[in-house]
């Protein structure tokens, strides 16, 4: 299919090979597995294994095996404080101080903890504003908490739409922020669109209307140099298993300001509880004052370990470098998508502009999952998103340039060819 001897092919291949030799993060790519297929670009759905990451998966079940209970306190770190030392080593990647970010769950375990502590409908201000493009959990949590709060989602739940290009427009959701609005809650980065938002802005003025602003950092978690507390954003969620290559269903992060502290959480659990009394066992619950205190259970060892190993890579080349590098390649990947890509009739559905995108690229097309399964036959490992969006992301550890010729030269081919018809009435599952 792809023909070495075909020109422009290998043109494309040197210039691929030539922005590779530049890569100030090979020193580090070779500490990750390749999955298969090899030409991944899925990183910004779960983000590939590194060897630090699977050693420490070791070393836990090593604990477990040789110390069993003992492990809490003589695991090392103790498992009692690990997930403290873990957000602590968690929290520059986003700007964050270490009491301000706490480990645990799932993204929307997390929002629920959010909602439940913060949002408190009070006279006017009854209403929750979410993007209309929003990830689903963002908005089942946010209408599952107006319900709870005997609210009708008609009028409480609020949405924001995007503009005719199809991008939130920074200032008509900094106009959004009404008298009548409590909480809003909004991505760093569109997960369907990869568009970026300006998050100090939209944080003041959220902050000047008297809005609790909730941020939903998934897709830039891990990639962003985020600064959250100088920033002055009040809270914040996000998953561990992309960007920051934590594994399939690794505990996903809050953030809480510590203007906010101490903190009363809307949930209760005891792993909540402030780790000088924890195991008194008394009746009354006695918060930690920091973000910990929106602990409920306890939290998976086992489920953390990879993040620790991980963590390792970050400290090794620095949060900067990551961002650096994924800009680098969405760029490329922009630029071989307009030559080889864009002829054949796809669209572009992300900004071009540097500073409002992320770290993946969406692709438009009336046939974008068929078109996605013939990338997956033909060794590409895209994803896709309803109702015609291929999401492409070079995941920045992991993903070469050449990678990325490779895989818009085998796009071009099949619609050049239309053999994505093909796979038209394929019904298996969309993931
Ligand atoms: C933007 C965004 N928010 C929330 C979630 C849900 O996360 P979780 O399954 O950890 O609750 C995802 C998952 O991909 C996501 O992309």
């Known amino acids: ?91 520059p990647l986003v700007g ?8 645990g769950g799932s993204t929307t375990q997390q929002l629920h903890q959010l909602l439940a502590t913060f949002y408190r409908p009070t006279g006017r201000r009854t209403v929750v504003l979410v993007d209309m493009g929003a990830f689903p959990t963002d908005r089942y949590a946010a209408e599952s908490h107006v ?126 509880s402030d780790p000088a009394v924890q195991f008194q066992m008394a009746p009354e619950f006695v918060p930690a004052a920091d973000a910990s205190g929106l602990q409920l259970g306890t939290p998976s060892m086992l489920a953390m370990a990879p993040l620790e190993g991980s963590l390792d890579l970050f400290e090794q080349v620095g949060i900067e470098a990551v961002f650096r590098r994924s800009q680098e390649l969405t760029a490329f990947l922009l630029e071989a998508f307009h030559a080889l890509v864009e002829p054949y009739g796809m669209t572009l559905a992300t900004p071009e502009h540097p500073e409002r995108r992320g770290g993946h690229v969406g692709l438009r097309h009336p046939e974008a999952l068929a078109i996605s399964r013939a990338l997956k036959q033909d060794g590409v490992t895209p994803d896709f998103r309803m109702p015609d969006i291929i999401r492409l992301c070079p995941a920045p550890f992991l993903t070469r340039s050449l990678d990325i010729v490779r895989a818009l030269w085998r796009l071009r081919v099949i619609l050049r060819e239309e053999r994505y018809r093909t796979h038209l009435t394929d019904d298996s599952p969309v993931w």
């Open 96 to 103: 964050a101080r270490p009491s301000e970010l706490s480990l």
């Open 147 to 272: 319900s709870w709060h005997g609210l009708d989602p008609a009028s409480s739940l609020r949405t924001i739409g995007p503009d005719d290009a199809g991008f939130l427009d920074p200032d008509a959701i900094c106009q959004a922020f009404t008298d009548d609005v409590a909480v809003a809650l909004l991505p760093s980065v569109v997960y369907t669109t990869g568009e970026r938002l300006p998050m100090r802005q939209i944080t003041e003025a959220a902050r000047d209307a008297g809005v609790f602003l909730i941020w939903d950092l998934c897709h830039s978690a891990g990639l962003v140099p985020h600064r959250l507390h100088d920033d002055g954003v009040e809270a914040a969620v996000f998953c561990t298993y992309k960007y920051l290559n934590g594994g399939p269903g690794s505990p996903a992060a809050v953030f809480v300001h510590d203007r906010h502290h101490p903190v009363t959480p809307g949930l209760w659990g005891w792993w909540g």
């Open 1 to 91: 299919m792809t023909t070495s001897s075909d020109g422009l092919f290998t043109e494309w291949c040197r210039i691929g090979r030539e922005r590779d030799d530049a890569d100030p993060l090979k020193a580090v790519t070779d500490a990750f597995f390749r999955p298969r297929p090899t030409l991944y670009f899925d990183g910004n759905s779960l983000g590939p294994l590194s060897r630090p990451a699977r050693d420490a998966v070791r070393r836990t079940l090593k604990q477990w095996e040789e110390l069993a209970v003992s492990g809490w306190s003589e695991g090392n770190p103790s498992w009692f404080e690990r997930e403290r030392w873990l957000s602590a080593r968690l929290a």
